[in-house]
């Protein structure tokens, strides 16, 4: 099959914004079942975007979900796909709906670096997650923004580069970043270690509906990534330097690691010991 060109196109080739027709150093992209496309907007605008199977923008949200952006036009929903004479008239007016209810800049993404979808399984809500870098997180919400978890401590710490859903084992698959630490040697002249990134596995919670969700008492921003025995496996990944993207192969029994400086791609062969992720094999290219 021979592609003369694209069937959809997202964003301005060249011209970075902050607006429903650009984006600015976009870092994923992920696809619902219901053919919806999920853009996370990245480096620059710290957001997830949401549009149509057919490119028409449909909403966005920060960190803390769709609460926290509030929309003047929301029932208008413009096209996306415009032609190219179309570009200069539509970005030459202001976005309205661009506004927001709180600072969310204070309360957003660290750079959404990976985006991932968990399917409806049994009568659960279909869920969009994503690696909230820098803030060393992984969020997941319902495919109109809300909320469901934040799981996060220390442990993902100092960064969390990117998530894929395992349908066959039920688990969120994610990498963090390698990061030195000081220590006291006196037998090294080198006061800085680097500690290796790690992979590691969550059981995602998967709610039926949206009133599971407003359990008081529980505060889904503050989770962390023990409460409801959510960490299922965790190890290091001593041969990785850089990490940035990881991906999953069709049988979902290896783990594609890529990095840069050096650029490699690692191979990693995983083995479920009783319920519980632990052990690997590395090889990498």
């Known amino acids: 099959m021979k ?3 694209p069937s959809l196109t997202l964003g301005v080739p060249g011209k970075p914004g902050n607006n429903r027709y650009q984006f600015c150093q976009p870092s994923d992209v992920a696809i ?5 496309i999920f853009v996370s907007d990245g480096y620059c605008n710290s957001r997830i975007v949401k549009f149509s199977s057919d490119g028409t923008y449909i909403t966005e ?28 008239s ?29 399917p409806s399984e049994d009568g659960t809500l279909e869920q969009v997650c994503a690696a909230d870098r820098e803030n060393a997180a992984v969020l ?6 809300t909320l469901i978890r934040r799981y996060g401590d220390s442990s993902l710490q100092p960064s969390v580069y990117a998530i894929q859903y395992d349908p066959v084992h039920k688990l969120v698959v994610g990498l963090t970043g390698s990061t030195y630490t000081s220590v006291v040697d006196p037998t090294s002249s080198n006061d800085n270690v680097l500690l290796p990134p790690n992979l590691f596995f969550l059981n995602p919670y998967k709610p039926k509906s949206l009133n599971e969700l407003k359990n008081k008492s529980y505060n889904p921003y503050w989770a962390d990534i023990y409460q409801g025995s959510a960490l299922n496996g965790f190890f290091s990944v001593q041969n990785v330097r850089s ?16 990095e840069i400086y050096p650029y490699k791609v690692h191979r990693f062969e995983i083995q479920n010991d009783s319920g519980k992720w632990m052990n690997y094999y590395c090889d990498s290219v």
């Not at 069709?250 to 690691?257: G, Q, R, S």
Request: net charge negative; aromatic share 10%.
């Open 3 to 5: 592609w003369d060109k």
């Open 243 to 258: 990490p940035h993207d990881l991906t999953l192969s069709p049988k979902n029994d290896i783990i594609y690691v890529s």
């Open 140 to 145: 997941c919400y319902t495919l109109n923004g």
């Open 61 to 88: 949200w920060s960190a803390l979900g769709l609460s926290n952006r509030e929309y003047q036009d929301d029932t208008i929903h413009m096209p996306v796909s415009l032609s190219q004479e179309d570009w200069a």
């Open 32 to 36: 619902s079942s219901t053919g919806d």
């Open 90 to 118: 539509e970005l030459s007016y202001p976005d309205p709906s661009y506004s927001s209810s709180v600072d969310i800049r204070g309360l957003d993404f660290k750079v959404v670096h990976s985006l991932t979808i968990i």
